[in-house]
């Protein structure tokens, strides 16, 4: 009689046991591939954003005297919105007053300045780069 | 009886849960395989828009049309191109004009054309053409134009000449000539009221050619009475009008090839241009062709 009873809680242990590693198991499994899923799903649409952003700079303004004020018309050409959020003469990175969102075949003027001057007449480099890492340099006489 | 159920019941309940985490791992890996499968499509379409964007081709005149910039856009290419926007030195005029495929297609803008230095025009694939004028000059300057790639193949000056109303005041074309020297001396008279051009004493011309650089400096040398200006589009380089002697040192890449032009404006006193080029030839003669 005894060895019955030990035989059904033994039983009953075992199958509370694995149901509770089974179902710890299934729930952190679920967890992993839901959270991994869902980085892959971001990755994969910044991915996708970063390959449809295509802009261009278009024009060029230099305007140099006791410190350097750089204007670029920037084109964007491609099909999602862009956020110009950096800007770069020389490497040197300008202070934006704010980043510059561009719609669509839209442009826009990016003004960035810095408190050193540039040599009038020297061939500079300007570089734009939008949120999503992608960058266009265009070379320019001040 | 007893031990075999039990076995069972524990091959179900873990049968169970097997298929429940290899039913989640599927359903992720086919959302990955899903979202992959749509970053392959856009890095295709991408692919295809680069191969149709360097593709574009034009050939551009930037012409004066009544004092507005007229652009004539020709599309070699056998797909139709669309440019969004036309810039005259740092002013921009937006629109949709249409190059249909093989075609040449003026495109009117209100821009001005007078003291227009560079042009460019961009497409809606993102491609940018730039060019200089094809005729220059200011207050009123007028003409048709010829094409760089015209100039290009002549490998000499074009030059048109005008009747002046006013000093630097280009009104009425009278006719157009060819140089073929990188070494020119123009000397017509000595008086104010010596004719230069048939009858006319007061006269002025615009000259445009393309050299190439041969070396990383190219020098300009002129001895002018009244008055020349030089325009080097490329270079933004425009000395605005000059008398006297002087000269342009502009700095190259060799084997660069650039848009020169020369204007003359011969108002009183004796007509004399003298223009000495250094480290620069026609396009078409380094060719050798």
């Known amino acids: 009689m005894s060895r019955g009873i030990s035989e059904i809680v033994a039983t009953l242990m075992m199958i509370v046991i694995v149901s509770s590693i089974g179902i710890a198991l299934f729930v952190y499994s679920t967890g992993y591939f839901s959270g991994t899923t869902s980085a892959m799903g971001e990755v994969n649409r910044l991915n996708v954003n970063t390959v449809r952003e295509r802009f261009l700079i278009v ?19 491609g099909r999602t919105t862009i956020t110009i959020e950096a800007m770069f003469l020389n490497g040197t990175r300008l202070t934006l007053s704010w980043p510059v969102e561009i719609m669509p075949g839209e442009w826009a003027w990016v003004n960035g300045s810095t408190p050193f001057p540039v040599s009038s007449g020297s061939i500079c480099s300007v570089r734009v780069a939008s949120s999503l890492g992608n960058v266009y340099e265009a070379m320019v006489r001040t | ?37 749509s970053y392959v499509d856009v890095v295709r379409e991408d692919q295809e828009f680069q191969n149709l964007r360097m593709m574009e ?22 797909r139709m191109i669309i440019i969004t926007q ?4 740092h002013t921009v005029q937006t629109g949709e004009w249409a190059v249909p495929a093989k075609t040449r297609v003026p495109i009117n803008t209100d821009l001005s ?38 100039i290009i193949e002549a ?55 393309r050299l190439v650089a041969l070396n990383t400096t190219m020098y300009i040398n002129y001895y002018v ?33 650039y848009t020169v032009t020369v204007l003359y404006s011969r108002w009183t006193g004796a007509p004399f241009l003298t223009l000495n080029f250094v480290n620069a030839d026609f396009v078409n003669l380094l060719k050798g062709t």
Request: with cysteine; hydrophobic share 40%.
């Open chain 2, 1 to 37: 009886m007893i031990r075999g159920r039990r076995r069972g019941v524990s091959t179900v309940i873990g049968a169970v849960i097997f298929l429940l985490i290899f039913a989640v791992a599927m359903t992720a890996m086919l959302a990955w395989a899903q979202s992959y499968a």
């Open chain 1, 59 to 77: 024009d060029t303004l230099v305007r140099s005297g006791a410190s350097t004020e750089v204007s670029a018309a920037v084109y964007n050409y």
């Open chain 2, 57 to 78: 081709e034009l050939s551009l005149s930037f012409l004066n049309s009544s004092g507005k910039l007229l652009v004539e856009a020709g599309n070699p290419t056998p």
């Open chain 2, 225 to 257: 009475n009244e008055d020349c200006r030089i325009i080097l589009p490329e270079l933004g380089i425009d000395t605005g009008w000059n008398n006297g002697t002087g000269y342009v040192e502009a700095s190259v890449s060799p084997g660069g090839i």
């Open chain 2, 86 to 89: 036309v810039w005259s030195n």
């Open chain 2, 113 to 150: 054309y007078a003291g227009m230095t560079a042009s460019k025009v961009v497409t809606s694939r993102g491609n940018l053409f730039s060019g200089a004028q094809s005729t220059t000059g200011e207050d009123g300057i007028g003409g048709t134009g010829l094409s760089i790639i015209d």
């Open chain 2, 155 to 209: 490998g000499r000056w074009y030059v048109q000449w005008y009747n002046l109303s006013s000093r630097r005041v280009f009104d009425m074309k009278l006719g157009e000539s060819y140089w073929e020297t990188t070494s020119l001396t123009f000397q017509w008279g000595a008086a104010s009221n010596d004719p230069v051009f048939g009858p006319y004493t007061k006269v002025g011309f615009n000259a445009t050619t």
